[in-house]
């Protein structure tokens, strides 16, 4: 565990997550544009309570997540995420509910056998979805945010055993052949669409 009284205010960012393969990600992108700063992970500073995702998109989950690190914190600088995935053939679901879409919270069996039912009768072709991101930085009252996607399709069965979530499904336009879990976890972090949506909030810095 960080002391908090031990960081810097101005040269620290705290990354609102529990899910240290995230930190890494976010900091090993935005660490090229703010060269001078610390990013440390919440959990890391202590035992802090989950705010309540109530917004409207993975915006405004987002921005709620940040906001909340800031607060509990006492750090000027927070950057979180909230991302999913949207298939065409459901009208964009389980979008922001991607995480909980069978109840449970990060139950990857549960919201990947549910996925396969609900998409039991449509025809390959109309299978297609996407995984979007939104990542947003807060710098005392300023807000900066960077968005991301990557295109593909949703698979009849289960295929791979790297990354999480959907991965197993869902089969990227940009590697043919192979479903994200398939993918080494670089060669994942170069298409994701997290990657995507740092890459956009990294030219907005």
């Known amino acids: 565990m960080i002391d908090i009284k031990t960081l810097d205010p101005q040269k620290t960012v705290v990354v609102a ?24 992970a919440l959990r890391e500073l202590g035992d802090f309570p989950d705010p309540v995702e109530d917004g409207a998109d993975f915006y405004e989950n987002a921005l709620i997540k ?10 000027s600088m927070a950057v979180a995420d909230d991302s999913g995935l949207c298939v065409d053939a459901l009208d964009g679901a389980p979008g922001i509910f991607s995480a909980r879409w069978a ?13 396969l039912v609900e998409l039991a ?72 669409h997290r990657y995507h949506a740092l890459k956009d909030l990294a030219s907005r810095l």
């Open 17 to 40: 997550t529990g899910n240290a393969h995230k930190v890494v990600e976010i900091e090993a992108i935005l660490s090229e544009v703010m060269p001078d700063v610390r990013f440390v």
């Open 66 to 75: 940040a906001r909340a690190a800031q607060e509990q914190t006492g750090l």
């Open 103 to 115: 109840g449970e919270h990060g139950n990857d069996a549960a919201n990947n056998q549910k996925l």
């Open 121 to 192: 009768d449509v025809a390959d072709e109309d299978r297609t979805a996407h995984f979007h991101s939104s990542v947003v930085l807060v710098r005392g009252q300023e807000v900066l945010r960077g968005d991301g996607d990557v295109q593909g399709v949703i698979g009849h069965e289960l295929r791979g055993s790297n990354g999480f979530g959907y991965d197993p499904l869902f089969w990227p336009a940009e590697t043919p052949g192979r479903t994200m879990a398939e993918l080494a976890p670089g060669e994942k972090n170069r298409l994701s």
